[in-house]
Structures are given as C-alpha cells and as structure tokens.
C-alpha cells in the first residue's frame, strides 16, 4: 500500500517556513545548470575529512530572521542571541505531522541553502525506528516534491565506522538518525575511556580520530525530536554541544527547557483546524480533563457488512489468480532456465566452452544462472590462457636456446680456429682468445639476467624497501652516472625539479638496477657521434616521475609497444651484435611494477628515446587530526 500525503497543508507550510526564513540572506544554493566542484558549492564547506555546512549569516542577521518570524507567527520577541549558539523551539501537537514537517524541512533548508548534514537526536529506540519507517514511507514524495534529490539516510551504528565516513565525505543530503544514549557518555579523562560511548573513542578505521570529531567538522543541523525527553540533564546537553550543530531544532508537543520558539500548534489551535479528535485541559480546581468528538456509526453498519461480503469475494479471485499466476511463473521461472542450464553443463562435460547462457530473470534461478554463465566464462579464459601459456613457453625456450646458440656457435668456430692453426700469429691468437671470453661473458650476462627474471617472476627476491629522499638518492646516482658516461665520451644531464623534502619508498639496489638498465639500453643504440643522456626528476602530484632521454637511433612506432615484452629486441633477425639479452627492459618493467609504479616510453626514429617510470611518494598520515 502506497499512502498518499497533502504537501500543501498550510499548517505545515509555516512551520517550514518558519526554520527557513530563519537563514534568510544566506547565499541561496546553485542552480544544477552550474558546472563547479563540490568545494565551490554555496552552503557547503570542505573540511579536513569532509564536506560540511556553511553559514555565512551573523549573529546579529539571525536574531533579525527570528524576530521577523516570531512577529509573523504572534510570538514573543527574542531580544538577544547566544554567540553561535542557536536554539529554536518548534512546538507542533501530537498527531499533526511533526515528523513529516522535519523532514520536508531538511529538503527545504537543502533547497534554499544547500545545506546537507542533519542529524535526527531521538529518546529512545522505538522512536528510532519510527523515524526510520517514516523516512522509507515518505521518500517518493519527496522525491517528487524535489526533482529526485539525492539523499542518503542511515541509523547510526557503533560498529561501522564506514557509515560516519560516508556522512561526513558526501556532498548530497546525509541524514543520521541516533539514540542520545549512543553519545551521552564521554570522558576527558584517558583512563576511563573504555566507559565511553564508541563514538567518543579512537577508531582505526578512521585514522585514529574518534567518529564524534568527523560529525563535529561536518557543522550538522540538530533536530531533536521529543526534546522533554533527550536533552533535559547537564550530560544530555553536553552530548549535543560535542555534535558542533550549525543550529538545533526541537520539535514537541511539551518543551520544558524552553528556547526560541518560532512556530507554535498546540492542542486548541489543533482541535480548531479539525487536527485531532481529542483535546486535553484543566478544570479551575486543577484537576485534569479530556473532551472527545464521538461519532454515531450506526448508519454505517450495512454499508460495512457489504464492503465485507465484496473484500471475501475479490479474495478468492485474488487467490484463484495468484495460484494460476504461480504455475505459469513456476514453469517460466524454473523449469525452462534448468533445461538450459542442463544442456549448458553438458557442453562443459564435452569441452565445448563457446556458447553463451541466455539470462532472462532476475531472480534466484536468474542469479544462478548468471553464476553459472560467470564459471563458464572463468573456465574459457583459463583455457585460454593455459593455451598463451604454453605457447609463451614454447617461444621462451626458442628464445633462450637461439640466444645461448649463438656465443656458443662463435666459441666452437673460434676454438676450432685455433686448433687447426688457423691463429698461427699472436695477435692473431689474442683476438681469438679475446673474441672467445667475450662470448663467455655474453653468456654469463645472459645466464645471470635470466636468473634474475625467473626469481622476479616468481616472487623470490626479497625486497629491502625503506625511506628514501628523493634528492639525495638521485643526486648520488646522477654523480656515478655522469662518471661513467663521460669516460664513455657520452654528455650527461641531470635537472631535478623536486623540493628537498620529498620521499619515495624503494628498494635502493633494485631501483639502482633500473636506471642502469635503462642507460645502458641507451648506450647500446647510440648512434650519434656526440651523445647525450638526460636525466630529469619530476613531482608530478602524489608521484615521482623519473625521465631518461637519449639522443640516439630511437624505435619505431610499431616496435614500441612491444619493448617492454621478454626477449624482444627490435632487429628481427634478434643478432647479438650489441649484446645483451633482449630481457633487460622486462626486468625494469617488473622492478618498477613491485614499486607499485608505471613504466612507459615515447621514441622518434632518428632522433632519440625517452622512458618514463613513477614511483608513489611516501606521505606521513597524522595519528590525531
């Protein structure tokens, strides 16, 4: 059953009116035809954690508001305020729609101001409830009423954390509902903190700050419901104040505490308007009374009985219609999906994984079925990639026995030199014993990095991780470089743009590896007579950007994707004659990915290549913030 709600009853309406009026002259919310970020919406404000109400009134403009509304409503004028302290009364007679006018109140306040953190303070848990119900009964009206708004509601939960989060990050209409009893017991005494409630309590969760300071940055807008019965003792009212409310509205039929009242419906303003059908009073001699409105029902007995004889009638239709109604949906629903699934497993017992499972429902026997067409798919793509595997370690042993074949092949030829007297002079001797070690070490390098891949591959080096300063460690790697390069006669360049104090966490050694490799690609490819290398360090937001340029062959745009694969080399015919294994950029590839970075390059055939890696900078998180 869907109810239906009269949302221009003018009761209601001033009593909205009368909390909105309140903020008259704040800077009215942006219309949803403005592109701006959160940060720039009007009444909102980006906290340390959060996104939280702004009032931008003073206290002098409020107290004008509130006497304007008091004069409209025939109220008595307040003639002072409480600096930041803003208390109102709004007092509505049980069963006139208090809950509902709150509730409207948020989307109005929303509307009007943008204001988006509210918080429900309710006495008990039944209470709680209620309000939860309303709000679920009530939200497709007030969806309608407000161009389907966003909102979120939720009863606050000591074990979620998330859900303080959540209320505190988004920039829509957060509404938390809470019993007083879940915040009324907090101590600023350290020992006894374990008393606390949860939410005065540190939470790791949450980075260590307690959940209350993540509400209390929000500047939440306070309504408490039932208000005689939250907030009447010194620790109740300390338990609002923690709450840092923008301002607090208290919505009941009996205020005790009483504050600024701006709207009043009590009982015979009520009984006028037809409101109730009970008013309670008092006798001159003080004792209590009630008056009733009792209503003759007598006529309405046999339309009564004949509304009974037509509801028994509509019932059996209703169940013959739903009996007929649960055969056909059993049939559709169940039966014909099986038969699918039954020759879906059969096609998985042959092996025959191309075919697609045809889902139509959206239920249980759906939601089985769409499990199953997920298996099936997770089955072909793990054949498939049993398939790539293979067929990757086919090529790897190809690679690897064409790549040690070939210093082999040159050893042998130069070895059998020697024994036929080919050498028969001292150079000639000590250019095939130089030529004959070379190769050795060829494939010492190549036996060495195909070591150092498998144990990446396979996770088995132990990464020595630790703090680093970025400056330091790239100035002292930029020295041996520039030595070494220069011997080389190869011109070095290092420009560091990155402020003294950043750090990465690394393994130095592996990362070392990394610079290297890549320079020594370069070097291998230089084909200028004057060479150059660069190396530049970046801060590029949360990273650190490293870029090795060089000024030589470059790589063709085909072959670039490719440069980072095991074993590629760019010449086809994959000759050794500038050494090397073809594996020495996937070992960089891996390092930089264990660093949780990126690698990538772009390249101009002819006039040079630039890699690019990141690494994430280490940032500190304050315990207490």
Same mark, same amino acid.
């Given at each position: 059953m869907k109810l239906k709600f009269d949302n221009n009853l003018q009761y209601q309406q001033e009593a909205i009116s009368a909390v909105v009026d309140l903020f008259k002259g704040q800077t009215p919310k942006q219309s949803n035809f403005t592109v701006s970020s959160n940060s720039n919406q009007i009444g909102l404000f980006d906290t340390n954690n959060g996104i939280g109400n702004y009032l931008e009134l003073i206290d002098d403009e409020i107290l004008e508001n509130?006497?304007?509304?008091?004069?409209?409503?025939?109220?008595?004028?307040?003639?002072?305020?409480?600096k930041n302290e803003y208390d109102f009364d709004i007092e509505m007679e049980t069963g006139t729609g208090k809950t509902y006018v709150y509730l409207r109140t948020i989307f109005e306040l929303n509307k009007q101001y943008g204001f988006s953190k509210f918080i429900i303070v309710v006495p008990s848990i039944a209470i709680k409830e209620g309000v939860k119900k309303s709000i679920e009964i009530m939200s497709d009206e007030f969806k309608n009423l407000y161009n389907n708004t966003v909102f979120n509601s939720f009863i606050y939960d000591s074990s979620d954390p998330e859900g303080v989060r959540s209320f505190a990050v988004s920039d829509n209409i957060e509404i938390m509902v809470i019993n007083i009893d879940a915040f009324r017991k907090s101590f600023e005494d350290k020992t006894k903190e374990s008393k606390a409630n949860i939410i005065h309590r540190q939470s790791d969760k949450l980075n260590g700050m307690r959940p209350i300071e993540l509400i209390a940055e929000t500047n939440p807008i306070v309504i408490i419901d039932e208000p005689q019965s939250v907030d009447t003792t010194p620790k109740s009212k300390e338990a609002i104040k923690s709450l840092n409310p923008l301002c607090t509205l208290r919505y009941s039929a009996t205020h005790v505490d009483k504050h600024n009242l701006i709207y009043k419906l009590d009982a015979v303003d009520a009984f006028d308007l037809a409101l109730v059908k009970q008013i309670d009073f008092e006798y001159q001699d003080g004792a209590q009374g009630s008056a009733f409105i009792v209503t003759d029902v007598s006529d309405s007995v046999p339309e009564v009985k004949q509304l009974i004889t037509d509801m028994?009638?509509?019932?059996? %239709?209703?169940? #013959?219609?739903?009996? @007929?109604?649960?055969?056909?949906?059993?049939?559709?629903?169940?039966?014909?999906?099986?038969?699918?699934?039954?020759?879906?497993?059969?096609?998985?017992?042959?092996?025959?994984?191309?075919?697609?499972?045809?889902?139509?429902?959206?239920?249980?026997?759906?939601?089985?079925?769409?499990? %199953?067409?997920? #298996?099936?798919?997770? @089955?072909?793509?793990?054949?498939?990639?049993?398939?790539?595997?293979?067929?990757?370690?086919?090529?790897?042993i190809s690679n690897i026995s064409h790549d040690l074949k070939t210093p082999i092949t040159a050893i042998k030829g130069y070895v059998e030199g020697i024994m036929d007297g080919v050498a028969d002079t001292p150079e000639k001797m000590d250019r095939y014993i130089k030529t004959i070690y070379n190769k050795a070490n060829e494939m010492d390098l190549l036996i060495n990095e195909l070591t150092l891949y498998s144990k990446i591959d396979s996770n088995r080096i132990p990464y020595n991780f630790s703090t680093v300063l970025v400056n330091d460690y790239f100035d002292d790697c930029a020295e041996d470089l520039a030595m070494e390069l220069e011997a080389r006669g190869i011109e070095f360049g290092y420009f560091n743009y990155v402020e003294s104090d950043v750090k990465i966490i690394a393994d130095v050694e592996q990362l070392k590896r990394v610079i290297n490799n890549i320079v020594s690609n370069s070097e291998k490819y230089m084909d200028k007579e004057h060479g150059k290398i660069n190396l530049r360090v970046k801060d590029v937001g949360d990273f650190v950007q490293i870029e090795l340029e060089d000024n030589g062959k470059g790589i063709g745009a085909k072959e670039l994707p490719h440069i980072f694969d095991r074993f590629y080399r760019t010449d086809a015919s994959r000759n050794s004659s500038k050494g090397g294994s073809g594996i020495g950029l996937s070992i960089v590839k891996k390092i930089v990915e264990e660093h949780g970075g990126k690698i990538w390059a772009t390249s101009k055939e002819g006039t040079g290549t630039v890699m690019y890696f990141v690494i994430r900078k280490y940032q500190e998180v304050p315990v207490n913030e």
């Open positions: 509130l006497q304007e509304v008091q004069l409209r409503n025939g109220l008595p004028k307040t003639l002072s305020l409480k028994v009638i509509a019932v059996v %239709f209703i169940l #013959m219609f739903t009996a @007929l109604f649960l055969i056909l949906w059993i049939y559709r629903g169940i039966v014909i999906p099986l038969g699918r699934m039954k020759i879906a497993t059969q096609n998985i017992k042959d092996g025959n994984l191309d075919f697609e499972l045809e889902i139509e429902a959206d239920d249980e026997i759906g939601q089985l079925c769409r499990d %199953f067409e997920e #298996m099936r798919k997770r @089955l072909k793509d793990t054949a498939e990639e049993k398939v790539e595997y293979d067929r990757k370690s086919k090529e790897l």
